[in-house]
């Protein structure tokens, strides 16, 4: 569980790194950071519920997540018409290798998080694809304001968040609690060591506010994101201080 800290540990730096890095060095530590997420998140699966889940969230995140991908980018459903630029590197499908490793990256702390605020599978699978597509209103406005995909229709928009179609959102949502009611076909027994998850999610969470009003300058989605996202992060972080 210490290397898990130090992988971790690695993911902030990188992040803290980004808006400090312009071009090819910001695109290197976006990659980077998506790298370290995945195997922190795996591995965390696997050390913690053994190989079988930590197979069934690369299965259903990662595999789910390309798929899920390649319809939408070829058909328009169900984020809307968008495309990915050649930014980020080698594609399968059209898909940029590195976009379902940041499926897989979010989802599983998405649905550790949503296991410690709520009861009964049903309210963890909604809370949790809550959890996952509302850290959607930080990344998409970030990556698209730095050039790695585009949207052809980008209206209605969220006020304050142009060049980003409602339907993404709605997409996002739909996507997220329908992985999550896979995932959730995995045994769930404990108690387990999820402290990195709840960090990983939390920081996430306070980290993009800060970037996007302070650094990124992108205030609107700071404001969206500590809205939508908070409405996991902020009970999870009342119930950690709590215990």
Do not use: C
Not at 14 to 34: C, F, S, W
Not at 174 to 180: C, G, I, K, S, Y
């Amino acid at each position: 569980m210490n290397k898990l800290w130090i992988l971790f540990g690695a993911l902030v730096l990188a992040e803290i790194g980004y808006p400090l890095t312009e071009g090819r060095a910001r695109t290197g530590l976006v990659i980077a950071t998506v790298v370290i997420g995945y195997v922190v998140s795996v591995a965390h699966a696997w050390l913690t519920r053994g190989p079988r889940t930590a197979g069934l969230l690369v299965l259903v995140t990662t595999g789910g997540g390309l798929l899920v991908e390649a319809v939408g980018r070829t058909t328009g459903y169900p984020f809307g018409d968008y495309d990915y630029t050649a930014a980020l590197g080698p594609r399968l499908l059209g898909v940029p290798l590195v976009i379902p490793l940041a499926w897989t990256w979010m989802a599983w702390p998405a649905w550790i998080a949503a296991g410690r605020i709520t009861a009964g599978r049903a309210a963890r699978t909604a809370v949790a694809g809550l959890g996952l597509a509302a850290w959607d209103l930080f990344l998409d406005p970030q990556m698209v304001s730095q050039g790695y995909w585009q949207w052809h229709t980008s209206t209605p928009a969220l006020p304050g968040v142009p060049g980003i179609p409602l339907t993404n959102y709605l997409g996002w949502l739909l996507v997220a609690v329908a992985l999550m009611a896979l995932l959730g076909t995995a045994p769930q027994r404990g108690p387990y060591q999820d402290a990195p998850m709840y960090a990983m999610y939390l920081w996430t969470y306070a980290s993009s506010i800060l970037a996007h009003a302070v650094f990124l300058g992108l205030p609107a989605s700071a404001a969206w994101g500590a809205l939508g996202m908070g409405l996991v992060a902020i009970p999870l972080a009342v119930r950690l201080w709590r215990s």
